[in-house]
């Protein structure tokens, strides 16, 4: 086994070392009652070069060729090559939780930016070193929630990606908390619905741009939700922060979301992460690790992980969350892709997917495709009516190599004839030309 | 060193944007952002350059040694991180039709399988994203479970060792249940009749780790599995100290119900600095209803995720799970095949030969042999020359090893637990052996050496009351950047800072 490093004579030292003859010796403590008798039925070893082989194959079996026009909530942008670069570096990839803050500075000092990085885009004061992705953290803004206003109900709109609303439900129960969901009209959500369900909530969550890819009035919903003293979260996108208004702006209280537009490779649903930010009132409710500064002992500017007694090693059955293995590699190469945008390159991030989006619009319009929620302003995704079952028009523009988005009907009544189309600064002209020639 | 943003200078950037020649439509002025986010303005290469020197204040294991106890910092092949890019995993879509991700769809399968031969559990759902949502995910079902019968209001309890780890008690108030604390024997196992007083017809199930925290495995585990299942509760098994026991004592045949196992810690995802991990289950067939949707299945000759499961509990976490997480750890094993027992056997032993050498030299809480790692405890050290096991941690460094995970667990004092895994060479156990031995005679003979460890890493012990205090958790752009003590700006010189 070329992973283990110990020769015959090796282990021969050391059993003597210990005072035993034998390996199995080592394992008495382990009643015969409950020992594995056999050999592992797991298919026999294979060298580096037969694994590659292997994984090869599997690989293959995807079909990763088609133009993808399919998000929903995962998106086909461009990861650039210095992300993979920096990841790559073993000192950061292979290193633990840092712990031990003068062994991890690297690590820490990442963190901290990238909290800053968070903070800058959301208009928020403080946030979390990530969580394991855009839904999980909908379910932890909901305990912290529920901690800081004593309430119990959590409002959230149906025109959130329905994953987030599946997983707070799962959550529910355990947290005891009521999950109360108010509809889309139009394609949008309407204030006033809003500022009825928000009596006696803790939470307004709602997404923007929300799942059809429609823009919210999200200042009024977040204004709804504070008219009734219920916490508004926005669930936001990292790509959208440069040409649409940052949470902290109009008034919510908590911004979270799914990180993989930044820096992360779709690769079938993760690993990414999820994003947590809040106004500084609730810093210690927060859950997952947090970076500080400080200084060191010399005087010196340095990071640890800081708020600990929060945390469950501390806290144990009272702590803000269970959470302990965060996504801090996903959410570094978040920070590296920012990096390197900066904020001019995220603004126009913004302004070409708007722009491909739009001309993906009027080119479905014009082969005979009718929009689902018409007049509504959107970002990089909309819905159209394909005229027959979704899952057809999708297969007919597969067999022309187009992915052409999601059905929408697999969450949603009535619109089983409907695909939600994402456009990235990764597709052409000449693919959205491609894309209406395969659905019309 | 400064920040990204200190190095930030108005007008640069670091990547191009595509612009199509294309008209871009205006935001409605409500919506529209008013003042740009202040991310760092660096080309490319000094991006570059910046995130290689904080690489360089960094440790991983590929650096060195790393016997961080309990968190099992093995070896992460290479070949993995190649593997997880071949484009056909990479440029997955996970909303695509199953037709479109059969390879993907087939390793997820071929790995459930994998675990529940490791685990000796017969279904398994590897949707959780790391250990501690894998514990929540296990009491969520067995909530479920007892709700399907009846008994969800009746059983509120779960019986937790004090030895476990802080997520297993987290995870209990998460899940809406009550803590129920059991005390640990003069061996370092669970006290059997402290435990036959607290458990009764409200107790929902355990929760443990075994091997434990101590590094034990507990020799009572047949008489405690009859405790629980004679009332008719469950038991869950903590995977954390998985790596200790593959091939050679499975979880489900010691009598556990649900399994999570840290694909991070035994099979080999690189940690990253805090994550990603990965924490799938493995449950015994009466709990399969109630796994978390959607399960990979098998049909015909392809495979397909299945939603249609009408007890299910749910979703914890979007689509499938961590499935870059999968791909590395399907491959580590696949390195391994049946040789998964040789990587326990050598984790142990290794384990095993640095305890018979440094027991002498330390307090040994409990004298036994131990599995995959073992508690010492500097209690003596503190006591007679006022060195704790802080101190040794931080002297450690000096000596360019990891430190050990202290203070923890937390039944001893002083703790310093040590977890060397499969990986390392006899040699390297050897010089870390050394360097504690004589980080034990320093603390008698000049302790000043240890109060004032590290002396060579980029930075000297950090102030973390401060940092909890005031806490600055963000770059304050309004403010001076930085707040020198006296002579740093030399040591800054120094350091080409």
Same mark, same amino acid.
């Given at each position: 086994?070329?992973?283990?490093?110990?020769?015959?004579?090796?282990?021969?030292?050391?059993?003597?070392?210990?005072?035993?003859?034998?390996?199995?010796?080592?394992?008495?403590?382990?009643?015969?009652?409950?020992?594995?008798?056999?050999?592992?039925?797991?298919?026999?070893?294979?060298?580096?070069?037969?694994?590659?082989?292997?994984?090869?194959?599997?690989?293959?079996?995807?079909?990763?060729?088609?133009?993808?026009?399919?998000?929903?909530?995962?998106?086909?942008?461009?990861?650039?090559?210095?992300?993979?670069?920096?990841?790559?570096?073993?000192?950061?990839?292979?290193?633990?939780?840092?712990?031990?803050?003068?062994?991890?500075?690297?690590?820490?000092?990442?963190?901290?930016?990238?909290?800053?990085?968070?903070?800058?885009?959301?208009?928020?004061?403080?946030?979390?070193?990530?969580?394991?992705?855009?839904?999980?953290?909908?379910?932890?803004?909901?305990?912290?929630?529920?901690?800081?206003?004593?309430?119990?109900?959590?409002?959230?709109?149906?025109?959130?990606?329905?994953?987030?609303?599946?997983?707070?439900?799962?959550?529910?129960?355990?947290?005891?908390?009521?999950?109360?969901?108010?509809?889309?009209?139009?394609?949008?959500?309407?204030?006033?619905?809003?500022?009825?369900? *928000?009596?006696?909530?803790?939470?307004?969550?709602?997404?923007?741009?929300?799942?059809?890819?429609?823009?919210?009035?999200?200042?009024?919903?977040?204004?709804?939700?504070?008219?009734?003293?219920?916490?508004?979260?926005?669930?936001?996108?990292?790509?959208?922060?440069?040409?649409?208004? *940052?949470?902290?702006?109009?008034?919510?209280?908590?911004?979270?979301?799914?990180?993989?537009?930044?820096?992360?490779?779709?690769?079938?649903?993760?690993?990414?992460?999820?994003?947590?930010?809040?106004?500084?009132?609730?810093?210690?409710?927060?859950?997952?690790?947090?970076?500080?500064?400080?200084?060191?002992?010399?005087?010196?500017?340095?990071?640890?992980?800081?708020?600990?007694?929060?945390?469950?090693?501390?806290?144990?059955?009272?702590?803000?969350?269970?959470?302990?293995?965060?996504?801090?590699?996903?959410?570094?190469?978040?920070?590296?892709?920012?990096?390197?945008?900066?904020?001019?390159?995220?603004?126009?991030?913004?302004?070409?997917?708007?722009?491909?989006?739009?001309?993906?619009?009027?080119?479905?319009?014009?082969?005979?495709?009718? *929009?689902?929620?018409?007049?509504?302003?959107?970002?990089?995704?909309?819905?159209?009516?394909?005229?027959?079952?979704?899952?057809?028009?999708?297969?007919?523009?597969?067999?022309?190599?187009?992915?052409?988005?999601?059905?929408?009907?697999?969450?949603?009544?009535?619109?089983?004839?409907?695909?939600?189309?994402?456009?990235?600064?990764?597709?052409?002209?000449?693919?959205?030309?491609?894309?209406?020639?395969?659905?019309? | 060193?400064?920040?990204?943003?200190?190095?930030?200078?108005?007008?640069?950037?670091?990547?191009?944007?595509?612009?199509?020649?294309?008209?871009?439509?205006?935001?409605?002025?409500?919506?529209?952002?008013?003042?740009?986010?202040?991310?760092?303005?660096?080309?490319?290469?000094?991006?570059?350059?910046? #995130?290689?020197?904080?690489?360089?204040?960094?440790?991983?294991?590929?650096?060195?040694?790393? +016997?961080?106890?309990?968190?099992?910092?093995?070896?992460?092949?290479?070949?993995?991180?190649?593997?997880?890019?071949?484009?056909?995993?990479?440029?997955?879509?996970?909303?695509?039709?199953?037709?479109?991700?059969?390879?993907?769809?087939?390793?997820?399968?071929?790995?459930?399988?994998?675990?529940?031969?490791?685990?000796?559990?017969?279904?398994?759902?590897?949707?959780?994203?790391?250990?501690?949502?894998?514990?929540?995910?296990?009491?969520?079902?067995?909530?479920?479970? #007892?709700?399907?019968?009846?008994?969800?209001?009746?059983?509120?309890?779960?019986?937790?060792?004090?030895?476990?780890?802080?997520?297993?008690?987290?995870?209990?108030?998460?899940?809406?249940?009550?803590?129920?604390?059991?005390?640990?024997?003069?061996?370092?196992?669970?006290? @059997?009749?402290?435990?036959?007083?607290?458990?009764?017809? =409200?107790?929902?199930?355990?929760?443990?780790?075994?091997?434990?925290?101590?590094?034990?495995?507990?020799?009572?585990?047949?008489?405690?599995?009859?405790? #629980?299942?004679?009332?008719?509760?469950?038991?869950?098994?903590?995977?954390?100290?998985?790596?200790?026991?593959?091939?050679?004592?499975?979880?489900?045949?010691?009598?556990?119900?649900?399994? =999570?196992?840290?694909? =991070?810690?035994?099979?080999?995802?690189? =940690?990253?600095?805090?994550?990603?991990?990965?924490?799938?289950?493995? @449950?015994?067939?009466?709990?399969?209803?109630?796994?978390?949707?959607?399960?990979?299945?098998?049909?015909?000759?392809?495979?397909?995720?299945?939603?249609?499961?009408?007890?299910?509990?749910?979703?914890?976490?979007?689509?499938?799970?961590?499935?870059?997480?999968?791909?590395?750890?399907?491959?580590?094993?696949?390195?391994?095949? +049946?040789?998964?027992?040789?990587?326990?056997?050598?984790?142990?032993?290794?384990?095993?030969?640095?305890?018979?050498?440094?027991?002498?030299?330390?307090?040994?809480?409990?004298?036994?042999?131990?599995?995959?790692?073992? @508690?010492?405890?500097?209690?003596?050290?503190?006591?007679?020359?006022?060195?704790?096991?802080?101190?040794?941690?931080?002297?450690?460094?000096?000596?360019? #090893?990891?430190?050990?995970?202290?203070?923890?667990?937390?039944?001893?004092?002083?703790?310093?637990?040590?977890?060397?895994?499969?990986?390392?060479?006899?040699?390297?156990?050897?010089?870390?052996?050394?360097?504690?031995?004589?980080?034990?005679?320093?603390?008698?003979?000049?302790?000043?050496?240890?109060?004032?460890?590290?002396?060579?890493?980029?930075?000297?012990?950090?102030?973390?009351?401060?940092?909890?205090?005031?806490?600055? @958790?963000?770059?304050?752009?309004?403010?001076?950047?930085?707040?020198?003590?006296?002579?740093?700006?030399?040591?800054?010189?120094?350091?080409?800072?």
């Amino acid at each position: 086994m070329s992973f283990l490093s110990l020769t015959a004579s090796d282990r021969d030292e050391m059993l003597a070392a210990i005072g035993v003859s034998s390996i199995d010796e080592l394992f008495r403590d382990i009643p015969q009652g409950v020992r594995y008798g056999r050999e592992l039925d797991i298919a026999p070893a294979l060298t580096e070069s037969e694994l590659q082989r292997h994984m090869e194959e599997l690989a293959g079996k995807n079909i990763v060729d088609e133009v993808c026009f399919l998000g929903a909530g995962i998106y086909d942008h461009y990861v650039p090559a210095v992300v993979d670069a920096v990841l790559q570096r073993g000192e950061l990839l292979t290193a633990y939780t840092p712990y031990q803050p003068e062994m991890s500075q690297g690590v820490l000092q990442a963190i901290f930016e990238y909290q800053t990085a968070i903070c800058e885009l959301t208009g928020m004061d403080v946030s979390n070193a990530s969580g394991y992705d855009g839904t999980t953290v909908a379910a932890d803004a909901c305990f912290v929630a529920k901690h800081a206003t004593g309430r119990s109900k959590i409002v959230v709109t149906e025109a959130t990606n329905p994953q987030v609303r599946q997983v707070i439900k799962t959550y529910a129960p355990g947290f005891g908390l009521e999950i109360v969901e108010v509809p889309h009209e139009g394609g949008v959500t309407d204030p006033d619905r809003v500022r009825e369900a *928000a009596v006696d909530a803790a939470a307004v969550i709602f997404q923007q741009p929300n799942f059809f890819g429609n823009l919210e009035n999200a200042p009024e919903l977040a204004a709804a939700a504070n008219d009734a003293g219920a916490m508004p979260i926005a669930h936001v996108d990292l790509v959208s922060l440069g040409v649409l208004e *940052a949470p902290g702006e109009y008034g919510c209280a908590m911004a979270i979301g799914e990180g993989q537009s930044a820096g992360n490779a779709m690769s079938y649903g993760g690993p990414h992460y999820g994003f947590l930010a809040a106004r500084n009132d609730y810093i210690r409710r927060l859950p997952g690790r947090i970076v500080g500064e400080t200084v060191d002992a010399a005087g010196e500017r340095g990071y640890v992980l800081t708020l600990q007694t929060r945390e469950q090693h501390i806290r144990r059955e009272k702590a803000t969350s269970n959470i302990t293995t965060n996504q801090t590699l996903l959410a570094l190469a978040g920070l590296v892709h920012l990096s390197l945008l900066g904020p001019q390159g995220l603004r126009e991030l913004g302004e070409t997917c708007m722009a491909l989006r739009a001309y993906a619009q009027t080119a479905l319009a014009s082969a005979g495709l009718e *929009a689902v929620f018409p007049e509504k302003a959107t970002f990089k995704e909309f819905a159209v009516r394909t005229g027959r079952p979704a899952r057809e028009a999708l297969a007919a523009a597969r067999a022309k190599g187009i992915y052409a988005g999601y059905p929408l009907g697999r969450d949603y009544a009535g619109l089983d004839d409907a695909l939600l189309v994402a456009v990235t600064e990764k597709r052409t002209v000449d693919e959205i030309d491609r894309l209406a020639e395969a659905l019309s | 060193m400064k920040l990204i943003y200190e190095k930030s200078q108005a007008g640069r950037r670091g990547l191009g944007v595509p612009k199509p020649d294309l008209p871009v439509p205006e935001v409605p002025p409500e919506l529209a952002r008013k003042s740009p986010p202040r991310l760092p303005e660096l080309a490319e290469p000094e991006v570059l350059r910046h #995130f290689t020197k904080l690489s360089t204040r960094n440790f991983g294991i590929d650096t060195g040694f790393y +016997p961080l106890g309990s968190c099992t910092m093995k070896y992460n092949p290479r070949v993995n991180e190649r593997i997880v890019g071949i484009p056909g995993f990479a440029n997955l879509h996970p909303l695509v039709e199953d037709d479109a991700a059969q390879g993907a769809l087939e390793l997820e399968w071929h790995l459930q399988e994998i675990l529940r031969e490791v685990t000796g559990l017969d279904a398994v759902s590897l949707q959780p994203a790391a250990g501690s949502q894998g514990e929540l995910t296990g009491l969520m079902l067995f909530r479920a479970y #007892f709700k399907d019968k009846g008994e969800d209001e009746q059983r509120r309890k779960i019986v937790i060792p004090d030895t476990a780890h802080g997520t297993n008690p987290a995870s209990v108030t998460m899940a809406g249940y009550e803590l129920t604390p059991v005390k640990t024997d003069a061996r370092g196992n669970i006290d @059997v009749e402290d435990l036959r007083g607290k458990v009764d017809e =409200h107790t929902a199930g355990l929760m443990l780790t075994n091997p434990s925290t101590l590094g034990l495995f507990d020799e009572n585990i047949e008489e405690i599995r009859d405790i #629980f299942h004679s009332i008719g509760a469950l038991m869950y098994y903590d995977g954390a100290n998985l790596n200790a026991v593959c091939g050679i004592s499975r979880p489900g045949d010691m009598g556990f119900d649900v399994v =999570h196992i840290n694909l =991070h810690k035994t099979f080999s995802q690189p =940690h990253g600095g805090g994550g990603p991990g990965g924490g799938p289950i493995a @449950v015994r067939a009466n709990l399969e209803p109630f796994l978390p949707v959607p399960v990979v299945v098998q049909d015909g000759a392809g495979f397909r995720l299945e939603y249609d499961r009408p007890k299910t509990i749910g979703k914890v976490r979007a689509f499938s799970g961590p499935f870059g997480v999968f791909v590395r750890s399907y491959a580590f094993i696949r390195s391994y095949g +049946p040789g998964l027992k040789e990587m326990s056997e050598v984790a142990v032993l290794n384990a095993n030969y640095i305890l018979a050498r440094l027991k002498d030299a330390y307090d040994l809480p409990f004298d036994r042999l131990c599995m995959h790692e073992f @508690v010492l405890s500097a209690r003596s050290l503190k006591k007679e020359h006022g060195v704790s096991a802080l101190d040794v941690a931080k002297r450690l460094m000096d000596y360019g #090893f990891h430190p050990p995970t202290i203070y923890f667990p937390l039944i001893v004092p002083e703790a310093l637990m040590i977890e060397p895994t499969e990986s390392e060479a006899k040699e390297t156990l050897d010089e870390f052996i050394d360097a504690m031995l004589a980080i034990a005679r320093e603390g008698a003979e000049s302790p000043e050496l240890l109060h004032d460890a590290p002396h060579d890493r980029p930075v000297r012990r950090l102030d973390e009351v401060r940092a909890a205090k005031n806490p600055v @958790v963000r770059y304050r752009f309004e403010e001076h950047p930085v707040e020198h003590g006296a002579g740093s700006r030399q040591l800054e010189a120094q350091k080409g800072a």
